[in-house]
C-alpha cells in the first residue's frame, strides 16, 4: 500500500531548516509499524495539485498552521478532496490540522478552543475500543500543539478518545475507514520542545512554553498510535 501525505504546513522559521517536514516525520514514524508502508508527498503549500482520491490505495493530511476557516488557494480543494475521499472509500488517515479539516468538510464544526492552547503531553482517555486498536490501554499520550479543535463531530463520526481539553481527540467513521487523531504522534519531543520554544511571545507566555517542556519528561505512545494507524490502513486497503 502507498500512502500519499498531503503537506499542508511546515514548521516555522529555522526550526523548518532543522526538523524534517511533517510528511516525513509521518513517513518514519509508519515505517516503524509497517516495513511493507510506502509513501508520497504531495505538497499544497508548494502549490502541487490534489490528486484524484480515488485513485489512491490512502491519504493522510497533516498539521498546518492555517485553520479550517482560513482562505488559502488549496482551502476548498481540500475539502473537496475529502469529500470524494469519504465516498470512494479511500483510506484516510488526519492529524491535528487534517483532524480538524475532515471534521469540517464532512459536516462537523471546527474552531476555536474555549480552553486556549493545547500543548504539552496530553492524556487522552479512551472512551471506546475498535478492533485495530487491540488491547488498547486506558489512556493514550501524545505531543499536542492547537489552539482549534473538532468542536462537534460530522454525523457517522465516532469519538474513542477525550480529554479535559480536547472532548473530540480521537475519531473514527463508521461509513467510511477515515481515522483521525489531534495530538502528534509523528513529533518527536526534542521538536515539540523546540516548537513550543519558537512559540514564546508568539502565542505561548514563557509560563506555558515552560509547563509545556516540563510536561514532555512524562511517557509517550507514540508508537502505539503508529501501530493503530498501521493496523487501520491494512485492514481498509482496497
Given at each position: ?16 531548516d ?5 510528511p ?7 515505517a516503524?509499524?509497517?516495513a ?9 503549500i ?7 482520491a480515488?485513485?489512491l ?8 498552521p ?5 482562505p ?5 480543494p481540500l ?11 479511500t483510506?484516510?488517515?488526519g492529524?491535528?490540522f ?17 480552553k ?13 475500543r ?20 473538532v468542536?462537534?463531530p ?13 472532548p ?53 505512545d507514540?508508537q502505539?498510535a503508529?501501530e ?7 485492514e481498509?486497503v482496497?
Amino acid at each position: 500500500m502507498k500512502l500519499t501525505i498531503l503537506e499542508t504546513g511546515r514548521a516555522p522559521g529555522a526550526l523548518a531548516d532543522v526538523y524534517p517536514r511533517y510528511p516525513d516525520m509521518m513517513a518514519s514514524l509508519l515505517a516503524r509499524a509497517d516495513a511493507a508502508l510506502a509513501f508520497e508527498t504531495v505538497s499544497l503549500i508548494e502549490g502541487e495539485p490534489l490528486p484524484a482520491a480515488g485513485e489512491l490505495d490512502a491519504a493522510a493530511i497533516m498539521g498546518s498552521p492555517f485553520g479550517v476557516y482560513d482562505p488559502t488557494a488549496w482551502m476548498d480543494p481540500l475539502r473537496a478532496f475529502v469529500r470524494e475521499a469519504h465516498a470512494a472509500k479511500t483510506p484516510l488517515l488526519g492529524v491535528c490540522f487534517g483532524h480538524q479539516i475532515i471534521a469540517d468538510a464532512l459536516g462537523g464544526d471546527v474552531g476555536r478552543s474555549d480552553k486556549g492552547w493545547g500543548v504539552g503531553r496530553h492524556v487522552y482517555r479512551i472512551l471506546a475500543r475498535a478492533p485495530w486498536m487491540g488491547e488498547a490501554p486506558d489512556t493514550l499520550a501524545l505531543v499536542a500543539s492547537h489552539q482549534d479543535q473538532v468542536r462537534r463531530p460530522p454525523a457517522g463520526a465516532d469519538t474513542l478518545a477525550a480529554s479535559e481539553h480536547t472532548p473530540h481527540a480521537l475519531l473514527a467513521y463508521r461509513d467510511a475507514p477515515i481515522l483521525t487523531i489531534q495530538g502528534h504522534p509523528e513529533f518527536s519531543d526534542a521538536f515539540a520542545a523546540a516548537l513550543y520554544g519558537a512559540r514564546r511571545g508568539a502565542g505561548l507566555s514563557d509560563e506555558t512554553a515552560d509547563a509545556a517542556i516540563q510536561s514532555l519528561s512524562a511517557p509517550e505512545d507514540n508508537q502505539l498510535a503508529a501501530e493503530w494507524m498501521a493496523t487501520f490502513l491494512r485492514e481498509n486497503v482496497r
